[in-house]
Antibody, heavy 118, light 107 residues
Framework: EVKLVESGGGLVQPGRSLKLSCAAS????????MGWVRQAPGKGLEWIGE????????NYTPSLKDKFTISRDNAQNTLYLQMSKLGSEDTAIYYC???????????WGQGASVTVSS | DIQMTQSPASLSASLGETVTIECRAS??????LAWYQQKPGKSPQLLIY???SLHTGVPSRFSGSGSGTQYSLKINSLQSEDVASYFC?????????FGAGTKLELK
């Protein structure tokens, strides 16, 4: 069974950084693209970006490219999202997801809640 | 960026009814369109990919259609467990973008 478990969320002050992790199991992690999506409270889904199997290609939504960094450790079956210069607009639930051979996110984690507030 | 315009924003329907949700892309996305279902307090779940391909395990009452810039999700014989928000997503070109969502409730 595919399982994705996010961690590292919490309350963070404006301007600070935070790193989320996504532990993957139940599939061959290093064979798949992986991605991040976020959802602000009561709002829709926002695609953050995706990383390929060997980290040679990473695509971001342009508005977040200078703030967020996606990385992965295939030896640890873990995906990461490094977030910097956080503002209140970054308050959201952050989901990691695996990307299928059809280029869509076919398995999602339960989400990590990030609240940016002083 | 490709803009995805989804309608309606909310929808109220009765059990057994057929429901249709629309999604329009700002340019041709060549069937690079997925539909996701998100139940309250849960993660999104993939329903449809390639505009009309049903994801594994998704009930056959869900179907997708469309081409070019116009796509739709149809739910036949609405069930209580279909109460959720539905989002379209284009994955034809980066950055991938989602529609604003449709909240489906029971009448």
């Amino acid at each position: 069974e595919v399982k994705l478990v996010e961690s590292g969320g919490g309350l963070v002050q404006p301007g600070r950084s935070l790193k989320l992790s996504c532990a993957a199991s139940g599939f061959s992690f290093n064979d798949y693209w992986m991605g991040w999506v976020r959802q602000a409270p009561g709002k829709g889904l926002e695609w953050i970006g995706e990383i390929n199997q060997d980290s040679s290609t990473i695509n971001y939504t342009p508005s977040l490219k200078d703030k967020f960094t996606i990385s992965r450790d295939n030896a640890q079956n873990t995906l990461y999202l490094q977030m910097s210069k956080l503002g209140s607009e970054d308050t959201a639930i952050y989901y990691c997801a695996s990307v299928s051979v059809h280029y869509v996110m076919d398995a999602w984690g339960q989400g990590a809640s990030v609240t940016v507030s002083s | 960026d490709i803009q995805m315009t989804q309608s309606p924003a909310s929808l109220s329907a009765s059990l057994g009814e057929t429901v249709t949700i629309e999604c329009r892309a700002s340019e041709d996305i060549y069937n690079g369109l997925a539909w996701y279902q998100q139940k309250p307090g849960k993660s999104p779940q993939l329903l449809i990919y390639n505009a009309n391909s049903l994801h594994t395990g998704v009930p056959s009452r869900f179907s997708g259609s469309g081409s070019g810039t116009q796509y739709s999700l149809k739910i036949n014989s609405l069930q209580s467990e279909d109460v959720a928000s539905y989002f379209c997503q284009q994955y034809y070109d980066y950055p991938y973008t989602f529609g604003a969502g449709t909240k489906l409730e029971l009448k």
